[in-house]
């Protein structure tokens, strides 16, 4: 985006300068913010920033970025956690529940294993999450 713009300022200017000096073509405009590809492909470039991203980063980075790429403590818990409630969801009939008026005999552990599993919040009074199985089952 903010190479477009300078491209665009460099334009508007030349435009200008062509009104002011009341010339009656366009200059060529040369777009000096597009990299040199050419030169940064030469050897010794090649080498100088291999060089600067072993000094920034370390020998293990690339190690270390493909570690963070692996899913991580937390996500397996969270993961374990959601499996967890989508099991215990299916043991109870919800739909029957909230007919019959009953979901509010549950507790509010209970009523949470259904808004895990659907990937609804689970934050809130025990009133709200009744209210938030409600209003996602339709009823």
């Not at 009104?19 to 090649?46: S, Y």
């Not at 920034?56 to 570690?67: C, I, L, R, S, T």
């Not at 009939?93 to 599993?117: C, H, I, S």
């Amino acid at each position: 985006m903010v190479i477009c713009k300078v491209s665009a300022l460099q334009r508007h200017y030349g435009i200008l300068q062509a009104i002011a000096l009341d010339e009656d073509e366009m200059p060529d405009i040369k777009d000096e913010t597009l990299p040199d590809e050419e030169g940064m492909a030469r050897p010794g470039i090649v080498k100088a920033i291999g060089d600067f991203k072993l000094a920034v980063y370390g020998e293990n980075h690339d190690q270390e970025e493909a570690d963070s790429m692996a899913p991580s403590q937390a996500s397996r818990k969270r993961k374990a956690v959601a499996d967890a409630a989508v099991k215990e969801s299916t043991n109870y009939n919800w739909a029957d529940l909230a007919d019959r008026g009953q979901l509010k005999d549950l507790t509010v552990v209970e009523l949470k294993y259904y808004l895990t599993a659907h990937n609804l919040p689970v934050t809130g009074k025990k009133e709200a999450l009744i209210s938030r199985i409600l209003s996602h089952l339709g009823k």
